[in-house]
Nanobody, 124 residues
Framework: QVQLVESGGGLVQAGGSLRLSCAAS????????MGWFRQAPGKEREFVAA????????RYVDSVKERFTISRDNAKNTMYLQMNSLKPEDTAVYYC?????????????????WGQGTQVTVSS
């Protein structure tokens, strides 16, 4: 069992930056792949970024490439999402998720554990 808690969301103006954190507790964090997903009002949950167990491989949705960076610190059982050049369309609830397979995957249904989410609002 893995418990995930997101933090770092908030209100920011377009062009600004936020850093989300996902703190994990429970079974060994370092063996899990981790992902960030987001869900805007009236829309389906969307893949944002993922990182494999070691941090050596990452993947992003096209809309956030060159703006967002996913990373992890296995010693601190924490994953991060650095979000720069934020746009109003990035407004959503952001969720972190853990995948016991350890490999990067984009399908939300393949992730076993989920956090409660943190709201990110980007004003124009």
């Amino acid at each position: 069992q893995v418990q995930l808690v997101e933090s770092g969301g908030g209100l920011v103006q377009a062009g600004g930056s936020l850093r989300l954190s996902c703190a994990a507790s429970g079974r060994p964090f370092s063996s899990y792949a981790m992902g960030w997903f987001r869900q805007a009002p009236g829309k389906e949950r969307e893949f944002v970024a993922a990182i494999n167990w070691s941090g050596g491989f990452t993947r992003y949705v096209d809309s956030v490439k060159e703006r967002f960076t996913i990373s992890r610190d296995n010693a601190k059982n924490t994953m991060y999402l650095q979000m720069n050049s934020l746009k109003p369309e990035d407004t959503a609830v952001y969720y972190c998720a853990a995948d016991p397979s350890g490999i990067v995957r984009v399908q939300a249904t393949l992730y076993t554990y989920w956090g409660q989410g943190t709201q990110v609002t980007v004003s124009s």
